[in-house]
């Protein structure tokens, strides 16, 4: 069947049905909540436990059980290694990943796709793991990518049900209460983890840094808690925050930077109020940079950032530039810092910023966002998750949640990287659809989608360079001869669920590339 | 024997070529999606020279005419006596004589990494340097390559290229890159009238020889040396191509034992611009060096437009919106040179000799002034400039 962004969708994928992607806000699921299981907690009950071996035990993980992680330590993450290889150990079977997303450093995790361990997978995978699972075949079912609100979503409209919850702890009590920004390694917020936390059968907190009774702030409370490991290392904190998060120095990147910044202070939106939504990429942070400058010469008082929190975004907050920042992740240790220090750094959960079944998300409040992207198509579609060559390479994150929800969404992406144009006629594969995207920035010009008039008329009258997407792709492809393309099979290598929970795209099997003159 | 041209630098292209054998080897990280494309660059390339060469190319990211650029230069220095030099057709027309020139952005003639994009900041001249960014054993590889760039990249405003002085391999820099129409070239360490007259007559017999319209290639000498500046005034007239003075602060104070601080310059500066404004030519100022002195970049800019530059040289892109702003003809300028104008037109309807405006006389320089400040902000309208 063909979805509302024009894919090909198959009927069922794997054991599932599938709804079909309708638009960007038309589909309105009918159902409840799940909850948890209620077991209460003797007044002595010790949750204690010596090894991940023993938690393993004392849960009764068991063969086809769907097991969670959080990805608050990003690359530098030990955590779901650690338990795989006690899962092996175990002996257990066809385990389902689901963590919220998979980095480079857990490239073990093929090896135990490989011995039987883990047949099915439902996560963002960033790197090796989605080039292996790229190869088709490896699976029992087709992965399943969900973007950080959909998964929330997943979760309590019962999509997916956790038997165990692994949760990577910076630091924990004896008795279950936990968070990720104190302790001898902290990586920010794990409120990633909450949900995960509330609904899985079993939680277990593993921490490195086990303090007396109560440790706060409680992101994780002893309410949902089962057991607490204690182990050496959780991760490796160079690759968890980094110290500084380097700006960007390619003229490309700091030209498309500009043109972002310029074109949110000629956009109707930078006024008294304005919010926007940071990020942790070279072209986010200095954008983010250049709007604290322009508010601070306009006089212009924000209402909030919205995190990945970033020491630029701090560094906004810090000069009363905006009101509050509102933080699901951070990507250094000054936002951590401030997480700590400052009351308006407020640390939010992905239900409460971007669960489409809710009553209320933060990105719908936001007034602007300038995103990345892998590739752009003349429709505004965005891919973030394969790379032009057909393989899936990256998660999904809040690219959905954060475009849906802002009033004007900007898609920052160099028009050439390499030899590679990034303009397609049709994106490899529909991450979000163009219906939420406003405008594309690329060092050649901007690009206004045609239902943006009114950004159009606003954009030329400050004298920004604004030129079709068309033209823009032209003439990059004067450059370069034409370059190849994936050829698909049949086979469905992942699924890629709309926030709602539709499915807007497949990742299918390449069979091989084609190119054409 | 094997040449190699080139690097595996980021949006570079090696190429190893042997000449006497056959055969063509691709590597590029991205085989799947690219070589096939890259293969057919580079044998179009090889049979256009017309060698009998063995190819090997390690490609890194590089645009199509590095590639040719590339090959080109690795199968002329391996077969120098049968090699054709590759003539590219060229889409390019001459510039306006006098038009803003408010930048002029350097780039490195040998890196493909950092020309790539180099058109797309909007300076006013793209200036594609052969001389002292260019390593001597480099400079006939980037010859080639700016040829080529030249040839592919439309520019939105001017290209111009600064070649080597004459003596020192200027003349093969003008013999390639005028296959590429570059709208100028640009002389550095010029000294006397004589220099740029050779410069001029250099170019007008590879013009004639190329085909290319005759006189249409401008001249920008650059005066970096003490006799360079004392000879500003014969510099700026010596030939109709020349269409602005630029200094060079570097050169000139090694060259006279000066520190780099604006008083101990402002004689170099000042005569420049007398010089450049009694030849009715534009005054460029020299390149400000530290490019993470934003201040200081922004207060240079100010006190050289103060002083009558028309212009500013840039090593980054990152400096070319201070130097816009300095250059740029004000609101209030722009306002006065419409009044001007309009006074000047009616006195002529009235058949009045002499134009007045607010009870003063309004004299020639300052009525042509005044014209050339509403072209140039005519000019400068919508253009989509980074604040």
């Known amino acids: 069947m063909r979805n509302a962004v024009g894919r090909e969708i198959p009927e069922r994928i794997g054991s599932r049905d599938v709804e079909a992607y309708r638009g960007a806000f038309a589909f309105r699921r009918d159902g409840r909540k799940v909850a948890r299981h209620q077991k209460g907690a003797p007044q002595s009950e010790d949750k204690l436990l010596p090894s991940i071996d023993a938690a393993i035990e004392a849960c009764g993980l068991s063969d086809g059980m769907t097991i969670s992680f959080h990805h608050s330590f990003r690359d530098g993450d030990r955590v779901i290694n650690l338990v795989l290889d006690a899962c092996a150990r175990a002996g257990l079977k066809d385990l389902r990943l689901f963590p919220t997303a998979l980095f480079p450093a857990h490239q073990p995790v093929i090896e135990h796709v490989r011995n039987g361990v883990v047949s099915r997978i439902e996560g963002s995978m960033n790197g090796a793991v989605g080039a292996f699972v790229s190869q088709g075949g490896q699976l029992a079912e087709p992965a399943v990518l969900r973007s950080h609100g959909g998964r929330w979503r997943a979760v309590e409209a019962g999509d997916v049900e956790i038997d165990v919850a692994f949760i990577a702890a910076p630091q924990a009590d004896p008795y279950g209460n936990a968070n990720g920004i104190r302790g001898k390694t902290p990586c920010g917020p794990i409120s990633f983890a909450t949900v995960d936390a509330r609904h899985a059968r079993q939680t277990v907190v593993i921490t490195n840094d086990l303090q007396p009774y109560p440790v706060y702030p409680m992101e994780i409370e002893q309410g949902w808690t089962d057991w607490v490991v204690e182990v050496d290392e959780i991760g490796d904190p160079a690759s968890i925050a980094s110290g500084t998060l380097q700006l960007t120095r390619s003229p490309t990147n700091l030209r498309i930077a500009r043109l972002t910044a310029d074109a949110v202070v000629a956009s109707p939106y930078f006024v008294d109020g304005f919010s926007f939504q940071g990020g942790a990429g070279g072209i986010s942070l200095a954008v983010t940079s250049h709007l604290g400058d322009e508010m601070e010469k306009a006089g212009i008082v924000g209402s909030f950032g919205m995190g990945g929190g970033t020491k630029m975004l701090v560094g906004v907050l810090h000069r009363g530039l905006i009101r509050a920042i509102l933080d699901g992740q951070a990507f250094d240790l000054d936002a951590i810092a401030s997480i700590r220090d400052d009351a308006a750094h407020v640390m939010i959960d992905p239900g409460f910023y971007a669960n489409f079944d809710s009553r209320g998300c933060a990105t719908y409040q936001l007034d602007t966002a300038f995103l990345g992207a892998t590739e752009v198509d003349l429709d505004f579609n965005v891919n973030v998750n394969t790379h032009s060559d057909g393989r899936l390479l990256h998660g999904i994150g809040g690219h959905q949640d954060v475009a849906a929800g802002a009033a004007m969404t900007m898609i920052t992406i160099p028009a050439l990287r390499g030899r590679m144009p990034m303009i397609r006629d049709r994106v490899t594969t529909v991450t979000t659809p163009g219906e939420v995207v406003d405008v594309v920035v690329t060092e050649r010009g901007l690009a206004v989608n045609p239902r943006r008039e009114d950004l159009t008329e606003r954009f030329v009258a400050a004298g920004l360079p604004v030129r079709g997407l068309e033209e823009i792709k032209a003439e990059v492809e004067r450059l370069v001869r034409p370059v190849g393309r994936p050829i698909f099979g049949e086979e469905v290598i992942a699924a890629i669920e709309w926030r709602d929970g539709t499915v807007i795209d497949v990742v299918r099997k390449v069979e091989g590339w084609e190119c054409k003159k | ?387």
Request: net charge negative; glycine share 8%; hydrophobic share 40%.
């Open chain 2, 1 to 387: 024997m094997v040449v190699r041209i080139g690097s595996e630098e980021k949006g570079d292209c090696l190429v190893e070529v042997e000449p006497g054998r056959d055969g063509l080897t691709v590597e590029t990280k991205n085989k799947d999606l690219l070589e096939e494309g890259i293969r057919t660059v580079v044998g179009e390339a090889v049979s256009t020279l017309g060698v009998d060469a063995s190819v090997r190319t390690v490609e890194t990211g590089a645009l199509d005419y590095v590639i040719v650029a590339r090959v080109e230069a690795a199968v002329r220095a391996a077969a120098p006596d049968r090699a054709t030099p590759i003539v590219p057709s060229v889409d390019r027309d001459a510039s306006e004589r006098d038009r803003p020139r408010r930048s002029r952005l350097y780039a490195p003639g040998n890196r493909p990494r950092l020309l790539a994009g180099i058109e797309v900041h909007g300076a006013d001249c793209v200036l594609l340097d052969l001389e002292d960014a260019v390593p001597l054993a480099e400079k006939p590889a980037a010859r080639i390559l700016v040829k080529h760039l030249l040839a592919t990249v439309r520019f939105p405003d001017e290209v111009w290229v600064r070649i080597n002085p004459l003596d020192a391999g200027g003349r093969d820099d003008v013999e390639e890159i005028l296959l590429g129409r570059p709208h100028g070239i640009c002389l550095p360490k010029a000294e006397s009238a004589a220099d740029v007259r050779a410069l001029s007559e250099l170019l007008r017999r590879v013009e004639s020889n190329r085909g290319v319209d005759e006189g249409g290639t401008w001249i920008l000498p650059i005066l970096e040396t003490a006799a360079g500046v004392l000879h500003a005034e014969e510099i700026a007239s010596a030939d109709p191509r020349v269409v602005a003075l630029a200094f060079g602060a570097e050169d000139y104070t090694r060259d006279v034992g000066a520190r780099r601080r604006w008083d101990a310059l402002l004689y170099a500066r000042s005569r420049i611009v007398a010089a450049a404004a009694s030849a009715g030519i534009q005054a460029s100022d020299t390149v400000f060096a530290d490019l993470d002195d934003a201040a200081g970049l922004e207060e240079e800019c100010v006190r050289a437009r103060d002083l009558g530059f028309d212009g500013k040289g840039a090593i980054n892109p990152r400096q070319l919106p201070a130097i816009h702003r300095a250059f740029s003809p004000t609101e209030d300028e722009i306002e006065y040179a419409r009044r001007v104008v309009a006074a000047a037109e009616e006195a002529e309807a009235n058949g009045a000799g002499a134009v007045a405006l607010d009870g003063r006389m309004v004299d020639r320089p300052v009525l042509e002034r005044a014209r050339r400040t509403i072209k140039y902000a005519g000019r400068l309208v919508g253009r989509g400039e980074e604040r």
